[in-house]
Structure formats: structure tokens, C-alpha cells
């Protein structure tokens, strides 16, 4: 029998265990856990949250169905599973934007319920496509009269002050979010906003009053912070600052700044008979496998992840290290309504196990199971302007899915003659032979199709578990 | 002049002599809350008055006007 697998990013709130077992996600909840779920069932406020499509749906279960005699006395709750789990530092503006607005919605909605969040962590958010959904049901907790937003410091770190940054400074926050955990704290966020930045009600008040007052409280000890936790806090007041950050977030905006990669589908090299074939490649592979989950790597604007989708393929992710064209992937995917959830993605330095015992936030390499891949135009990216050896890349994004469409770009492509122009050509085994060598080595070559007068060529691989090195 | 209200408002509502309590990172969070609730309830308390100020002079009005007009 298959053993369960404990979740090492739950132990920071002891009210419950998620594990995993035979791919569903269970939490067992301990005695304050099973105080939170009694308050959630009252007046049918969960049923109401899933309704409303605000928390993930949670149902009680049988602990007998597990067959774990350790569980059987437990209370024990199954959660629907989210197809990938992705985190903040691998989304672009929008979405830490739409997911702060979800955060805040869920939040109003509770303290009219009666109810409130004990936290204000990011990660507590997911998507599924691209709508956000609140994974973390035990967070929500009876709110007591007069009690303050507790949480209000680390919703500033991770969702605001990561906006702001990238709204008034044009920086992108997920460098900095993925090198510190908690997010961009308000100091570090005061000391990069200028003079004029700090001319607004909200920013005054959220950033500088607040740093102010952060340093106060740290200098000066005569400040008695537990007779300020006994006022009380009117719940008016906590209603107002709530829909104050949401007005603020709401009108954060981004400058707009041209990349290579953000209109890459508008102005590629292909001619467009190239780029059609290319799209009835990927079209005939996505109906002949109606894959549940499949990776895009180099989705640009998710041309075709969306193809994917439209033949069948249930959920996509997209990745690509340009933050430009995960923003309008993302907005295609809103405008379409699709389950495709597109992520920052530097495949050269992607996301590692971060956080205590490197083992609370999952790198890629452990995320990524897939059940179809897509590698148009994106090999090269590793192998020439990377230098990574050949053989690496391919063992790299075979390991991805067990069946996927790699393009290969020869030599004699004018991308690669442009890179090599200025590089010089080191790369003397890199041939399509060298290549379908490699990959013939762990994978079947189902077929190989020509898709520019260049050379540039699709393989269509199956894995052979059976000859794996 | 801005750090002056500021310190007056701390100083009045929060400071104890006695206090070495351990802060953890979050207390000047609390306090911004604390002093966005104050400035909320007196806004709330001088618009309140200022509404009845205003009634009252708004009758006021209404009546002299009416007794000018008989």
C-alpha cells in the first residue's frame, strides 16, 4: 500500500496536516483545527465560500476510506486538488494583482460573515487557469469584537509592496520575492520610492507612515504595544482600511515597455506558412492525446497553448523567462476564459526548494509532471545562448512529460546565425544527428516533420522507461 | 509639524513607563491601524456634529426666512 506524503510547507499553522495520498490532498485536523471547521460549517458559511468560488472546496470524509488505522479516531478533510501549484514570484503583475483583489474580496466577505483571516500570505493563493482561488481554509477564523488585521503586515510584504514596487519603479518583484520568502518589506520599499512616488493618501499612509512607525516601535521601548492590542479596534475602521488597499491595488498600473518576446507571436521570423504548419503539428498531437496536463516551455503569448486547449488538452501551463509576454498570456487566457495558467520561468536558473529545510516551497524540477510538453523554438535558448551541453537540455525537457514535441533549430537558422555572429561557433556537436542521437537514447522518435525552408524541425518523442540510464 | 502630531498621538495613547514588553515586527502595523481607527472615529464624530451644526443652522435659516416672508 502507498504511504502518504506529508506536506512540509503546512507546518506553520498547527491547526492541521496536509498529505497527499493516491493524488488527492487530505488534511487531518487537530483540536483547534476542528474548533476553526465547526465555526466553518455554522450558518453554512463554507458551502457559501465554495459557492462563491472564493475557497477551495473542502469535504469531510470517511477517515475508514484511507485504510490508515492512525486516522481512523482523526477528522479528516479532502480538499480538490490543484492541477499545478505555482507561487508569486512566478507571476506577473496582473496576477499578484488579481490574487491581492481575491485575497481582499474573500476577507470583506468574511468580516460581514462574522469571520476574518488569521494570515495574509501570497501562497495561501492559487489559480486555477487563471482565476485565484484561497487554498488555506483554516485560516479563516471567528472574528472577535474589537480585534486588529493581524495579518496586515505580511498582506503589505507580500502582495502590495511587490505591486507598488512594480507599479512606481517599473521593477519586477520576483527576483526579490523568490530571494526572501516573506516578500519586500515596507523599509527596503520606502528607501526605492522617490518624493513624488510618496504623494498619495494610501502610499503616505501604507509605506512611509507605516516604516515610520515600524522603526518607532523598534527604537523606542517605551512604546507598550499591549495597550494598543487592548483598544479597540471598531470593525468599521478594519472594513475601511480593507477597502482602502483595494482601491489602492486596484489602480496600481504598469508602464508599458516593449520586450523582444512580448508581441513574439505578432513579429516572429516564421513566414506565415511556416508558423501554420507549426500550429497543425501542434494541433494533430493535442487530439491525438487530449493530454490532462501538459507544459508549454517558451509559451510567449500562448499561441499555442491555446491551440492545445481548443484540441482537447484540459490544463496547460505556460513558461517563459519574459515577464511581458506572461502578462498577455495572461490576459488572453482571461479575455478566453481558458484553463491555462501561464508562469515566469527562467529554464537556465528555474524556481528551487526554497524556505525551511528546503522543502517548503517546491522547485520546478519537483512540480513538473506533466503528461504532454511543448518545446517550440526554445532548445537553442539552452544550448547556444546558455552553453548548456546538448545532451542536458534534452534529458532536461524529457523529463518534463513522457511524450512531448521538440523543435529543433539547425545551425543554418538565421536566429542561430545571429547568436553565434557575435559568440563564435563552440558548439561543434551541436547537428540534428548529434541531437536525435541523444534523443533516441530514452526516447521512441515518433516522427519528425520540417517546418522551415532553414532546416528547423519538429520530434514528436515517447519515452522508453525500460532503456533509461 | 507632521512628526510633531504623530509623536503627540503615540505619546498619548500608547506609552506606559513601565513597558519593556518584547515588540515583535508587527506593532507598528497596530499602531497604523490604531491611528487610522482614531482618525476614522473622529472624523466620524465631527462629521456627526457637523451635520447636526448644519441642521441647526439650516432651521435657523428656514425660520428667519419664513418670518421675514410674514
Not at chain 1, 316 to 338: E, P, R, T, W
Not at chain 1, 343 to 351: E, H, Q, V
Not at chain 1, 384 to 395: C, F, G, S, T, W
Request: charged share 25%; glycine share 4%.
Amino acid at each position: 500500500m502507498k504511504k502518504i506524503e506529508i506536506e512540509a510547507g503546512s507546518f506553520r499553522d498547527p491547526a492541521g496536516t496536509i498529505f497527499y495520498h493516491k493524488n488527492k490532498v487530505y488534511r487531518v485536523l487537530n483540536d483547534e483545527g476542528k474548533k476553526r471547521f465547526e465555526f466553518l460549517k455554522k450558518n453554512e458559511l463554507l458551502k457559501n465560500l465554495v459557492s462563491k468560488k472564493l475557497v477551495i472546496s473542502s469535504n469531510q470524509i470517511n477517515p475508514q476510506i484511507l485504510e490508515f488505522k492512525e486516522f481512523f479516531n482523526k477528522q479528516i478533510l479532502e480538499h480538490d486538488k490543484i492541477d499545478y501549484i505555482s507561487y508569486p514570484y512566478e507571476w506577473s503583475f496582473q496576477q499578484l494583482k488579481d490574487a491581492a483583489i481575491h485575497h481582499l474580496d474573500l476577507h470583506l466577505h468574511l468580516l460581514n460573515n462574522n469571520a476574518t483571516l488569521i494570515d495574509g500570505s501570497a501562497f495561501n493563493i492559487q489559480f486555477i487557469g487563471h482565476k485565484p482561488i484561497f487554498i488555506d481554509i483554516l485560516s479563516i477564523k471567528e472574528y472577535e469584537e474589537g480585534e486588529y488585521w493581524k495579518a496586515h503586515k505580511q498582506f503589505c510584504e507580500n502582495f502590495l509592496n511587490p505591486l507598488i514596487l512594480k507599479s512606481k519603479k517599473n521593477i519586477d518583484f520576483n527576483n526579490w520575492f523568490r530571494g526572501n520568502l516573506e516578500g519586500i518589506t515596507t523599509k527596503d520599499l520606502n528607501s526605492a520610492l522617490s518624493f513624488t512616488d510618496k504623494i498619495s493618501y494610501n502610499i503616505f499612509v501604507q509605506v512611509v507612515l507605516l516604516n515610520y512607525l515600524e522603526n518607532k516601535t523598534i527604537k523606542d521601548n517605551k512604546i507598550n504595544i499591549s495597550k494598543v492590542n487592548k483598544t479597540k479596534f471598531p470593525k468599521k475602521s478594519y472594513i475601511s482600511i480593507l477597502k482602502n488597499i483595494k482601491i489602492l491595488i486596484t489602480n496600481l498600473k504598469v508602464k508599458k515597455d516593449k520586450t523582444i518576446w512580448s508581441d513574439y507571436s505578432k513579429n516572429n521570423t516564421y513566414k506565415i506558412e511556416e508558423e501554420n504548419n507549426k500550429k497543425n503539428i501542434v494541433e494533430e498531437f493535442s487530439k491525438k492525446f487530449k493530454f490532462d496536463t501538459l507544459a508549454d516551455l517558451g509559451c510567449n503569448d500562448g499561441v499555442y497553448s491555446q491551440i492545445c486547449l481548443k484540441n482537447g488538452c484540459k490544463h496547460v501551463v505556460g513558461f517563459d523567462y519574459d515577464l511581458n509576454a506572461i502578462s498577455n498570456a495572461f490576459k488572453s487566457s482571461k479575455k478566453n476564459n481558458l484553463n491555462f495558467l501561464p508562469l515566469y520561468f527562467d529554464a537556465s536558473n528555474p524556481s528551487p526548494n526554497l524556505g525551511w529545510l528546503q522543502s517548503e516551497r517546491k522547485g520546478f524540477l519537483q512540480r513538473a509532471k506533466f503528461s504532454g510538453m511543448l518545446s517550440l523554438a526554445f532548445e537553442h535558448h539552452l544550448a547556444i545562448a546558455k552553453n548548456i551541453p546538448l545532451d542536458q537540455v534534452i534529458e532536461f525537457l524529457t523529463n518534463i512529460a513522457p511524450r512531448g514535441l521538440i523543435e529543433f533549430v539547425p545551425k543554418d537558422d538565421y536566429t542561430i546565425k545571429k547568436m553565434l555572429s557575435l559568440k563564435g561557433d563552440i558548439f561543434k556537436d551541436y547537428t540534428e544527428d548529434n541531437f536525435k542521437n541523444i534523443l533516441s537514447r530514452t526516447s521512441k522518435i515518433e516522427s519528425e516533420k520540417m517546418v522551415s525552408t532553414s532546416g528547423r524541425k519538429i520530434f514528436e518523442y515517447s519515452k522508453i522507461f525500460s532503456k533509461k540510464p | 509639524m507632521k512628526k510633531y502630531i504623530l509623536n503627540t498621538i503615540i505619546i498619548f495613547f500608547f506609552l506606559n513607563s513601565n513597558a519593556y514588553a518584547y515588540l515583535d515586527p508587527g506593532s507598528g502595523s497596530l499602531i497604523l491601524q490604531a491611528i487610522l481607527g482614531f482618525i476614522a472615529a473622529s472624523l466620524a464624530t465631527i462629521s456627526f456634529y457637523w451635520s447636526k451644526l448644519k441642521t441647526f443652522f439650516s432651521k435657523f435659516l428656514k425660520k428667519n426666512k419664513k418670518s421675514e416672508k410674514n
